[in-house]
């Protein structure tokens, strides 16, 4: 059995996060000695990751802020009893001087590093920040010797190329592509440069390939282990959410990040339309920087007793078990693993025509409209919410996407890429 490491920046919620942990998880199932290797400690999945993987934070500063307050609450001590001995004896005096000693420090502390670091600096702290996670993934290669590491996302591809760099006994290092990307001179480096590339669809094997110009022969398919047992288990829980028990009109999905890539803003306009001849609420769930400007668009509709944004759940399952229709409105993906999750839920789904990942998942052009096109959508959206689902149909097309398939893919390619460095080493 070999010894893996998968290496991704932190555990936020996110698609190529619970993609992460479900490959832990099985290649766990099938004995290998697996390691979750972080840059920093965020985990909203702390309860599903296996007990036989072990996981390192490669973290110096787990929790800086926390850090930061304690030491302005040290200072703040020091100061109190230092006023209480001399001036400040009096309650009322010391209660208006508590304001300054408190925010002082952090005040100045702040300021400091806004002289220090100001924004025209923001890459030279980018590159800081990439070469020391580098130096420290290169320094858990050399102390736990992993014979493959699997790297995800950006960070992380690109603290692996560095390590590889620096490191004398370093593992197999393989990015995982888990979106498009344009052509970048740091993009080519680090996916030519590794011992293979695992791209989560056609569309990102195509875009790696035509795109970033990386070798065919380095590029190898391995769709991400997005249908797995658990998601039965977890639809069958209520939702948190009142529109789902108040027998009111049937509600509209959708599910992801609020940034700009999932495109919710065609998604409400497109619901707009929907509404304005039949009853019918949309909720979005995620959390992210553009949730003032969503708010602004739907009070600029007037769709505010029908539209919700209530935040990240834990477990959107439930709520694509009792959706009337969902809907993936992003202008890229790399596979769309919600799309596959609302389908493994029973629920109908329809989709943007993005360059990777929907017309492969729902393999009916009947289901796509051109990306940014809000018209368009809407007029599929309602074509599906007039057509009676066929559950089992929309579990087959999920099934594809297994957790046992992907497994698989990823033991065939540990297996290939262990037997090349072999063969090298005798060379």
Avoid at 30 to 35: A, F, T
Avoid at 252 to 259: N, Q
Avoid at 265 to 274: D, G, M
Wanted: net charge positive.
């Amino acid at each position: 059995m070999a010894y893996i490491c998968w290496v991704i920046a932190e555990l936020r919620g996110g698609g190529a996060e619970r993609s992460v942990i479900r490959s832990v998880n099985g290649l766990c199932e099938r004995g290998h000695s697996v390691d979750l290797v972080l840059f920093q400690p965020t985990n909203d999945y702390s309860d599903g990751i296996s007990e036989r993987a072990s996981v390192f934070v490669l973290s110096r500063r787990p929790d800086r802020w926390s850090r930061i307050r304690r030491r302005a609450s040290n200072l703040f001590r020091k100061q109190k009893k230092r006023y209480r001995e001399s001036r400040f004896s009096d309650s009322t005096h010391w209660s208006t001087a508590r304001l300054s000693l408190v925010r002082l420090p952090c005040l100045l502390y702040r300021l400091a590093r806004m002289h220090r670091w100001p924004l025209r600096d923001l890459a030279r702290r980018q590159r800081r920040a990439a070469f020391i996670r580098a130096l420290r993934l290169g320094r858990y290669f050399e102390e736990r010797k992993p014979d493959v590491a699997f790297t995800n996302l950006v960070a992380a591809n690109k603290a692996g190329f560095f390590a590889a760099g620096m490191t004398r006994d370093c593992p197999e290092i393989i990015p995982i592509a888990h979106n498009t990307v344009e052509k970048r001179e740091t993009d080519h480096c680090v996916f030519s440069a590794a011992s293979g590339v695992v791209a989560v669809s056609r569309g990102v094997s195509e875009n790696l390939a035509t795109v970033v110009g990386v070798q065919a022969d380095k590029i190898t398919m391995i769709y991400n282990p997005v249908c797995s047992p658990d998601i039965r288990i977890l639809a069958e829980n209520e939702p948190d959410h009142p529109w789902f028990s108040d027998d009111g009109p049937p509600v509209i999905l959708g599910v992801g990040r609020l940034v700009s890539q999932k495109d919710f803003s065609t998604l409400i306009e497109a619901f707009r339309h929907v509404r304005a001849n039949r009853p019918y609420r949309l909720v979005i769930l995620g959390d992210g920087p553009l949730r003032s400007t969503l708010e602004a668009r739907i009070a600029k509709f007037g769709l505010g007793d029908c539209v919700s944004l209530p935040g990240w759940v834990a477990n959107p399952f439930a709520f694509m078990a009792r959706a009337a229709l969902f809907v993936l409105s992003s202008r890229h993906e790399g596979l769309g693993n919600v799309l596959v999750e609302a389908l493994a839920c029973g629920c109908p789904a329809v989709s943007t025509d993005c360059p990777a990942g929907p017309a492969e998942i729902l393999g009916d052009p009947t289901l796509l409209a051109p990306v940014g096109d809000a018209e368009a959508l809407a007029r599929i959206m309602r074509r599906a919410l007039d057509e009676p689902a066929d559950k089992a149909a929309l579990r087959a097309k999920a099934a594809r996407f297994s957790v046992e398939r992907s497994i698989d893919g990823y033991e065939t390619l540990i297996a290939d890429v262990l037997v090349g460095r072999t063969n090298r080493r005798r060379e």
